[in-house]
């Protein structure tokens, strides 16, 4: 892997810390914890992200390493996106923010396991992207989401893509055009966030998520990853005609598994299943 200056290797089996001075990432059985820590706002620049990059690429290359979840250190900012005072300084908006893109894992190559944000602040700007980005959400009851950029000149632009998709079209709008911040609740109610809890309570909902996933077949959740995404746009039909045609690699290759004969004997054996990954 790749791994930028600064940055401190060392996967193990259990206990792994991968760590600069703006990021942790520890190892906690088959989950990986990605905390986010420059004061005050936990802000992303170009360096920030590349890092970030090299974390997500050694989760998504760790056969052990089942579910990554995302946070921000601190209680009051999950993240506030871009770093505008790297921006001021001459970074570019457009930089190379890395092979995952900015945070690391949005436009990760082959990425086929779950993100989850644990949102325990504010989540602006790219921050917020991010929050769109992840796979699963579980937010603190004191987290917002906005998108300010129209207001500073600059345009959200993944945000200009999904946040539409996401959220009835007025809303959206809203939030894009005149900077209309959102709460936990709100996000939860149109499906965006999965679970609102109070803050102190924030990462132990995320692992509880994260160990929910890591139960089940990892060819299974990869597949599901796979096909939703190759879906994404597709009427129904032509997407059923793709899994039919065995053209789809991921689930034909679930379907063929030993880990899918595991489960059905399991299942009928009344015990739990034994995941090989094959």
Do not use: C, Q
């Given at each position: 892997m790749d791994t930028p200056a600064g940055v401190a290797q060392a996967w193990g089996q259990y206990t792994s810390i991968m760590t600069n001075e703006a990021i942790r990432a520890v190892?906690?059985?088959?989950?990986?914890?990605?905390?986010?820590?420059?004061?005050?706002?936990?802000?992303?620049?170009?360096?920030?992200?590349?890092?970030?990059g090299a974390v997500f690429s050694g989760f998504r290359d760790d056969p052990d390493l089942r579910v990554a979840i995302f946070t921000g250190a601190g209680g009051r900012f999950f993240?506030?996106?871009?770093?505008?005072?790297?921006?001021?300084?001459?970074?570019?908006?457009?930089?190379?923010?890395?092979?995952?893109?900015?945070?690391?894992?949005?436009?990760?190559p082959d990425l086929d396991k779950p993100v989850i944000a644990a949102v325990n602040g504010m989540a602006v700007g790219g921050g917020f992207e991010l929050v769109m980005a992840a796979?699963?959400?579980?937010?603190?009851?004191?987290?917002?989401?906005?998108?300010p950029e129209a207001s500073i000149g600059l345009i959200p632009d993944v945000g200009s893509v999904l946040l539409p998709r996401l959220l009835p079209a007025p809303l959206a709008n809203e939030v894009l055009?005149?900077?209309?911040?959102?709460?936990?609740?709100?996000?939860?109610?149109?499906?965006?966030?999965?679970?609102?809890?109070?803050?102190?309570?924030?990462?132990?909902?995320?692992?509880?998520?994260?160990?929910?996933?890591?139960?089940?077949?990892p060819l299974a959740v990869a597949a599901i990853l796979d096909i939703g995404r190759r879906s994404d746009g597709?009427?129904?039909?032509?997407?059923?005609?793709?899994?039919?045609?065995?053209?789809?690699?991921?689930?034909?290759?679930?379907?063929?598994?030993e880990d899918a004969q595991e489960g059905?004997?399991?299942?009928?054996?009344?015990?739990?299943?034994?995941?090989?990954?094959?």
């Open positions: 190892r906690r059985g088959s989950t990986l914890e990605v905390t986010i820590d420059r004061p005050k706002a936990n802000a992303i620049d170009a360096a920030t992200s590349r890092a970030l993240s506030a996106g871009w770093d505008l005072a790297a921006g001021a300084e001459g970074e570019a908006y457009e930089s190379d923010f890395g092979p995952g893109g900015f945070g690391g894992f949005a436009e990760l796979d699963l959400v579980v937010a603190a009851e004191h987290a917002t989401f906005f998108l055009l005149a900077g209309r911040r959102l709460n936990a609740e709100e996000l939860r109610r149109f499906g965006l966030v999965n679970e609102v809890v109070p803050g102190t309570d924030l990462l132990d909902a995320a692992h509880d998520l994260a160990d929910r996933i890591a139960a089940h077949a597709l009427p129904v039909s032509a997407a059923l005609d793709g899994l039919r045609s065995g053209t789809v690699e991921t689930y034909r290759k679930t379907l063929e598994s059905m004997r399991a299942f009928a054996e009344k015990r739990d299943p034994v995941w090989k990954g094959r």
